[in-house]
């Protein structure tokens, strides 16, 4: 079988896809970066639009890359996840400590106890299976730190040397080695 002339090897399928719609005409990366931009509103945009397009164009290709048509689907999943922040109603600002309603706090708090019955939980099954050892790694050590040298002449590096050498025990003797003739 030999390749129709629309395969994914100039990966026109992929990231550099060209897409036209109404409010936008040009390669699928671009608009992405523009809508990133705020340059152009993703909600005049249709996915369904774009994903259509898409479709049509694969069907035609007797060959598809698969490089090219990840580039797609990650750049269609980044529209889609753009598209339903703009959708979804924006958080309320946090309330201050005094206005917290009730409920709000009752819910916290039932998730703070759902936290520590899963901690429980996963303690209560290593308890069994008779991991009782939990292992802390040590802090990355601080290597900035430094010594202040500013108080130190060499008179007092001398003495801090001889004490240190005075403490130290003495080598044993070295065993003397007899040679017979």
Do not use: C, W
Not at 115 to 134: D, N, P, S, W
């Amino acid at each position: 079988m030999t390749p129709s002339p629309l395969t994914t090897h100039d990966r026109t399928v992929g990231a550099a896809y060209p897409v036209t719609l109404p409010a936008y005409e040009g390669p699928l990366d671009l608009l992405l970066q523009l809508i990133e931009k705020h340059e152009l509103d993703i909600n005049e945009i249709s996915l369904v639009a774009v994903t259509d397009q898409y479709l049509s164009t694969i069907e035609r290709l007797e060959e598809i890359e698969p490089g090219a048509l990840a580039d797609f689907l990650v750049i269609a999943s980044k529209l889609l996840y753009l598209k339903s922040v703009s959708l979804l109603p924006k958080p309320q600002p946090p309330l201050d400590d005094e206005e917290e309603d009730v409920g709000d706090a009752l819910i916290r708090q039932l998730l703070e106890y759902r936290q520590f019955k899963q901690a429980a939980q996963m303690l209560h099954e290593r308890e069994e299976q008779g991991l009782r050892v939990y292992v802390r790694t040590a802090p990355k050590p601080d290597l900035e730190r430094r010594l202040d040298m500013s108080n130190v002449d060499v008179h007092k590096l001398h003495q801090a040397l001889r004490r240190v050498l005075n403490r130290m025990p003495s080598d044993p003797p070295m065993p003397r080695v007899k040679t017979y003739p």
